[in-house]
């Protein structure tokens, strides 16, 4: 059974701060892997998406890593803002009980501070 | 403006009445799912469907229905059988299943007195 785990559950950085959120999967038969951001009381906002033959993806200050065969993603956030202050969440799509499915982390809150 | 929409974004019951949440999307995407939100915890799937007029139990189904009738729609009904029916409801669709992003609406949080 596929579980995914995210460490920290919390973190606290100064404005400005470089940082990385991780994200490990027990089975590495994965499809791919979502990393999503959720603000309170909010839906979830898709940030990138890695296909299982792809190393990493970036968007302007992320950049998320995959080493399927080692089970673990990186969340990168350059130059962090208060803006940023979410919960992150980590998900990877495989196949479970023959369908396919997607398994959420329980999330990484990140509080910027100014 | 495409996307996901769900209604309403706060919802409230009396213990022991069914409540049917609304979702709908406009991106033309075949597969729709519904996902449970409690605090602490990771999402879980309800219920996903494929194509129209079919649908699959996901890990958390008992307790809960849905019908697939259009494309656009996929209404997630709570019954008096599901215990513990206060959460954060998020209704997703992906193009088809097989390896694509899934994109999410706003949510329904409902709330059972």
């Known amino acids: 059974k596929q579980e995914v785990t995210q460490i920290p559950a919390a973190l606290s950085v100064p404005e400005g701060e470089n940082l990385v959120l991780n994200c490990s999967f027990t089975d590495s038969a994965i499809y791919n892997l979502q990393w999503f951001r959720q603000d309170p009381g909010k839906g979830l906002t898709s940030l990138l998406l890695i296909q299982s033959s792809q190393r990493e993806q970036t968007s302007g200050r992320l950049n998320a890593s995959l080493d399927k065969s080692s089970g673990r993603s990186t969340l990168y956030i350059a130059a962090s803002q208060p803006g940023d202050s979410a919960t992150y969440l980590c998900?990877?799509?495989?196949?479970?009980?023959?369908?396919?499915?997607?398994?959420f982390g329980k999330g990484t809150k990140l509080t910027v501070n100014p | 403006d495409g996307g996901i929409t769900q209604s309403p974004k706060y919802l409230f019951r009396k213990e022991g009445q069914n409540v049917t949440l609304s979702c709908e999307q406009n991106?033309?995407?075949?597969?729709m799912y519904w996902y449970r939100q409690d605090p602490g915890q990771g999402l879980r799937l309800i219920y996903y469907s494929q194509i129209v007029n079919d649908f699959q139990k996901g890990d958390i189904a008992e307790g809960y229905s849905v019908s697939r009738e259009k494309k656009e729609s996929f209404p997630l009904t709570v019954t008096s059988a599901q215990k513990n029916p206060t959460a954060f409801y998020l209704c997703a669709s992906s193009p088809i299943i097989g390896g694509y992003e899934q994109y999410f609406g706003p949510g329904t949080r409902l709330t059972v007195t």
């Open positions: 991106l033309n995407h075949d597969a």
């Open positions: 998900a990877v799509l495989s196949t479970q009980g023959g369908s396919e499915k997607l398994v």
